[in-house]
Every structure is written in structure tokens, then in C-alpha cells.
């Protein structure tokens, strides 16, 4: 079983910055992709950006790419969310989501993930 901690949600303003973390229990944290989504109100919970186990392969959403930065440190069961010059649509609650132990490549469908964090809000206005 694995446990999943978002933090570092909050209110910025258009073009700012925050950095979302995600604290994972366990020991086999680098052994398996992980994931961020969000979900805004009356939409799909989408794929924002994904790493795999290796740190070395990523993906990004189309609307994030450029601006946002996935990463994890596997030492420290952390991934992180670098979320640089904001816009009012990139609010949402923000998920991490871990894959099943043992599978590595990165993936960018949501019921691929076993596990999900809470969710912390992220707000984007002036």
C-alpha cells in the first residue's frame, strides 16, 4: 500500500510561481511512475504531467508544457510539481497519483494509477 501527501498548494497570482510536492510512503518509491492531475469544477480529472521511475523520461500536457517542470528525488519519496507563469485556467485541485510498484514507464491514463494523493488547491487569480 502506498500514501500519498500533496503539498504546496495556494492562492498566486497570473504569471506566478508555486511548487507543489508530494511525499510517498513506503520503499519502493523508485520503482514505479508517478503522476500529476488536476481537476477543475464540472470538468475531467486530466493529465497535467508524468515521470517514470527513472527520472528520465517525462511527460506533459500540451497546455502546461513550456511553463510547468515534473520531478522527483527518490532519495527523499518525493515528486515535485514546478508550476511557473500561472494562468487563471491552470486552476484546479491538484493530484499526485503513484503506479503499481514495479512499473516504471511513465503513464498518461489515469485508471493506470493504483494510488492518489488527497488533492491540494491551486488558485490562479489577481
Known amino acids: 500500500q502506498v500514501q500519498l501527501v500533496e503539498s504546496g498548494g495556494g492562492l498566486v497570482q497570473p504569471g506566478g510561481s508555486l511548487r507543489l510536492s508530494c511525499a510517498a510512503s513506503?520503499?519502493?518509491?523508485?520503482?514505479?511512475?508517478m503522476g500529476w492531475f488536476r481537476q477543475a469544477p464540472g470538468k475531467e480529472r486530466e493529465i497535467v504531467a508524468t515521470i517514470s521511475c527513472s527520472r528520465f523520461s517525462t511527460y506533459y500536457a500540451d497546455s502546461v508544457k513550456g511553463r510547468f517542470t515534473i520531478s522527483r528525488d527518490n532519495a527523499k519519496n518525493t515528486v515535485y510539481l514546478q508550476m511557473n507563469n500561472m494562468k487563471p485556467e491552470d486552476t484546479a485541485v491538484y493530484y499526485c497519483?503513484?503506479?503499481?510498484?514495479?512499473?516504471?514507464?511513465?503513464?498518461?491514463?489515469?485508471?493506470?494509477?493504483?494510488?492518489w494523493g488527497q488533492g491540494t488547491q491551486v488558485t490562479v487569480s489577481s
Open positions: 497519483a503513484a503506479d503499481r510498484p514495479g512499473r516504471c514507464g511513465y503513464q498518461t491514463n489515469k485508471e493506470e494509477y493504483d494510488y
Open positions: 513506503g520503499r519502493t518509491f523508485s520503482t514505479y511512475a
